[in-house]
């Protein structure tokens, strides 16, 4: 079996869409912990390890009762930074509590940084101003991956894939016969891949009436740990920039655990924004892209974790991947020797010559 790699948790993930959080408490798994998220009385998102402290039940199974979770097991009372408060019907007040995360909510979506919370800046969330730019529109939603996060990014970062799963849609042979630029740094790793006078792929031909030949520009940035921006621009063969049709398609590839993955989008568009019937194909082409993408990963999933040994082959079309691939076990590995580092040090054995007569070593 090969084990997944190691999960990267400083870093602020895409936990949910704005109007899926409310006065309901909702349980989603990031990063192998549940969590319980919900709005306070005054409208903020807030989450917790979905943990009662006292035997572990959901906390997203009791009630909300103002800014208080009940737990519906024996009545611990948790409040919005997580402290239990007291127990209902009962005189104690115990010292316990579970664990509160810094959350974001930004453009309609809500960010949650499952690591050490003294790292947390919002600053470091990638921008998404085109989700609430009045000039811009978008359709979203989301799909559960039973493969690990590492498959999805690899699966962005390298788009020649496009040619091979989805011929019918938004691929063509332009795209794996187009090289790609790579650029990265500490956090980041984006590619360009621009396709001069190729023939229009099925999805753009009816997305945008275009006709072929078309200038079609795919640029990809990886933001370590889990979102991907794709952007877009496609528009008659010679037309010159700004001029044209631009998309935005931002991923959220979010660990449920090591194993299993939030797939979340956002889909935008600079034209037509009023078409709603347009916003319904693109949604329904969206879903289906992906519904491919999803059914080769979990395959692949189950080929890669079944493997003991094989060394990968790659060509230069994987450059993206494979940087994205060494970042987030950079990140990794920095997260294990911190936490390895701040670790209490084990009392050292004795060694086996020195114990006392008659006692055996262990
Ligand atoms: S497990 Fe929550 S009160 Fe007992
Ligand atoms: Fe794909």
Known sequence: MVAPPRLVLDGWY????????GRTLLQRWICNRPVVFYRLSDGSVNALEDRCPHRRYPLSLGRLDGDVIECNYHGYRIADDGVCVGVAEQPDQP???????????RDGLVWIWPGDPAKADPADIPDTWWLSDPGWTHVQGSVGLKARQILLVENLLDLTHETFLHPGSIGNAAVAATPIDVTSDTRSV???RHMIGI???????KSMGLTSPIDRWQDGDFYAPGVFVLNIRLAPTGTEE????HMKVLYGMTPATDTTTHDFFCLGRDYKVEDEELSAFQLQQQLAVM????DALEVQELMVATDPGM??????SDVAGVRGRRLLDKMAKREAAAEAAAAPARPQRPAAAAAPAGVAAP
């Open 291 to 294: 519904k491919e993408d999803i």
């Open 14 to 21: 895409l936990a949910a869409f704005s109007d899926e959080v």
């Open 190 to 192: 984006s590619f360009t």
């Open 95 to 105: 010292k316990a509590s579970t664990v509160r995360f810094p959350l974001v909510e």
């Open 311 to 316: 060394i990968e082959s790659s060509i230069r």
């Open 199 to 205: 023939e229009a792929p099925p999805f753009y031909q």
């Open 242 to 245: 700004p001029d044209g049709f």
